[in-house]
């Protein structure tokens, strides 16, 4: 069973520029979730993905987005950087029907 | 809105002392209650969790109650290993599928 993997590991952007993040979930997860952790914070949800559809938001401005795929692989979308987005980014699955999340080892994006 | 308040860390102890890292939450509904741990250069790792009031998690020796009177999930362990250093995250998933973390506990074990 392959766990959720996340791409890339590490990106350094500049301020006003687009990024995309990928994120493979655990075969046979339906559901994923993306979130921000500061460095010295928790992890802050952004949002989560159902059947290519979101489902639920945290408190982050438009200029994130998402995308979910039909095999349930998904992508995060974070247009006109700021210097705040600089954080590791994870990306988490699970089957809608369980409680447990698989978290994948993140991406660290720098924006200078 | 759903929060966590995690004890502040770091919390460095000795090798077999008794570990506690207190979590308490606010909440509408009946959420359900997850510790994670994250060590060194890993993602994060599901350690336990309780899905409703007086439930037990348990795994690797460690321990929480799901306490709805006074809205707490406190880690417990009666004896910790130089191996449990790690950052420790309580967390809580609400009625509208959102986890809400809390700022982590880091837990330095010495031999």
């Known amino acids: 069973e392959t766990g959720v993997t996340q791409s890339p590991t590490h990106l350094i952007k500049t301020r006003g520029q687009q990024v995309t993040l990928r994120c493979s979930s655990q075969s046979g997860h339906n559901t994923v979730s993306w979130y921000q952790q500061a460095l010295g914070q928790g992890p802050q949800f952004i949002f989560q993905?159902?059947?290519?559809?979101?489902?639920g938001r945290g408190n982050f401005p438009p200029r994130f987005s998402g995308l979910q795929f039909p095999n349930y692989s998904s992508e995060l979308n974070v247009n006109a950087l700021e210097l705040d987005d600089s954080a590791l980014y994870l990306c988490?699955?699970?089957?809608?029907?369980?409680?447990?999340?698989?978290f994948g080892p993140g991406t660290r994006l720098l924006v200078l | 809105g759903n929060s966590v308040t995690q004890m502040e860390g770091p919390v460095t102890l000795s090798e077999e002392a008794f570990l506690t890292i207190n979590c308490t939450y606010t909440a509408t509904g009946y959420p359900s209650l997850f510790w994670y741990v994250q060590y060194p250069g890993e993602g994060l790792q599901l350690l336990l969790k309780a899905t409703k009031a007086d439930d037990k998690g348990s795994n690797k020796g460690f321990e929480a109650t799901y306490r709805k009177e006074t809205t707490s999930f406190h880690l417990e362990k009666g004896s910790v290993q130089v191996s449990d250093s790690a950052v420790y995250f309580c967390a809580l998933r609400g009625n509208n599928n959102d986890m809400r973390f809390g700022a982590g506990t880091r837990l330095t074990v010495k031999p």
């Open positions: 993905y159902y059947r290519e559809e979101e489902n």
């Open positions: 988490a699955s699970m089957d809608r029907g369980q409680e447990t999340q698989y």
